[in-house]
């Protein structure tokens, strides 16, 4: 019976830290490398996720997400598959900015932007395009995985949060009661059966 079949796992780990996560400035697209601390924080986590016995590997496309991806490759084996849909949100005309600049450019934009409405800047990626990309990638990597089987991602903060309630099939509002993932922080997703509803079953672990 499809009940008795062992459930498959997605491991959805986010980048590393970036000089710019540490200044406070909106990434985005913008192609920003790891900095000391991203590697390392890189490296003590790839052997945590190499214990999940993982068959494949996915990455967003961006260098702080290939290089964390990068540590995961050479502690499993595995060869990454880089895929742009796993991206973060682009933040249009806000980008580059530090969180002190955007809030004195824009008080009221900032003070939304801060709750995770990041659609208030000009410019920027819609929650709806992330959702729907976000959802489209993941689904795809489950499908790639069989029974029992484990599938890593590496993406980044906002686009897991948006993507994991959308995946889950909670409602918009239940995000907000989740807390932002630290860099290299990971959440564990597993099927109640194979084929079955997916459950959340571990969220924001460290290394």
Same mark, same amino acid.
């Given at each position: 019976?499809?009940?008795? @079949?062992? @459930? @498959?796992? &997605?491991?959805?780990?986010?980048?590393?830290?970036?000089?710019?996560?540490?200044?406070?400035?909106?990434? =985005?697209?913008?192609?920003?490398?790891?900095?000391?601390?991203?590697?390392?924080?890189?490296?003590?986590?790839?052997?945590?996720?190499?214990?999940? =016995?993982?068959?494949?590997?996915?990455?967003?496309?961006?260098?702080?997400?290939?290089?964390?991806?990068?540590?995961?490759?050479?502690?499993? /084996?595995l060869?990454?598959?880089?895929?742009?849909? !796993?991206?973060?949100?682009?933040l249009? #005309?806000?980008? /580059?900015?530090?969180?002190?600049?955007y809030?004195?450019?824009?008080?009221?934009?900032?003070?939304?932007?801060?709750?995770?409405?990041?659609?208030?800047?000009?410019?920027? #990626?819609s929650?709806?395009?992330?959702?729907?990309?976000?959802? #489209?990638?993941?689904?795809?990597? &489950?499908?790639?995985?069989?029974?029992?089987?484990?599938?890593?991602?590496?993406?980044?903060?906002?686009?897991?949060?948006? /993507?994991?309630?959308? !995946?889950?099939?909670?409602?918009?509002?239940?995000?907000?009661?989740?807390?932002?993932?630290?860099?290299? /922080?990971?959440?564990?997703?597993? #099927?109640?059966?194979?084929?079955?509803? &997916? @459950? !959340?079953?571990?969220?924001?672990?460290?290394?």
């Amino acid at each position: 019976m499809t009940a008795d @079949r062992p @459930r @498959r796992r &997605l491991v959805l780990l986010r980048h590393g830290q970036t000089a710019w996560n540490l200044e406070l400035r909106v990434q =985005g697209h913008h192609d920003v490398e790891l900095d000391d601390t991203g590697h390392r924080q890189a490296s003590a986590t790839a052997p945590l996720l190499a214990a999940y =016995g993982p068959v494949v590997l996915w990455s967003s496309d961006l260098t702080r997400a290939r290089q964390t991806a990068a540590y995961v490759a050479k502690e499993t /084996g595995l060869d990454p598959t880089y895929d742009a849909r !796993l991206r973060e949100f682009y933040l249009g #005309e806000r980008q /580059g900015l530090t969180h002190a600049e955007y809030d004195a450019l824009d008080p009221e934009e900032f003070a939304q932007f801060r709750t995770g409405a990041y659609d208030v800047a000009p410019g920027a #990626e819609s929650t709806e395009l992330v959702r729907v990309r976000m959802v #489209e990638a993941l689904s795809d990597l &489950l499908n790639t995985i069989g029974p029992g089987e484990t599938a890593i991602a590496v993406s980044h903060g906002a686009a897991i949060k948006v /993507g994991l309630t959308a !995946l889950l099939g909670w409602p918009d509002s239940l995000s907000d009661s989740l807390r932002a993932m630290g860099n290299c /922080g990971w959440l564990v997703v597993e #099927e109640e059966a194979f084929g079955g509803p &997916l @459950r !959340l079953s571990a969220y924001n672990r460290k290394a």
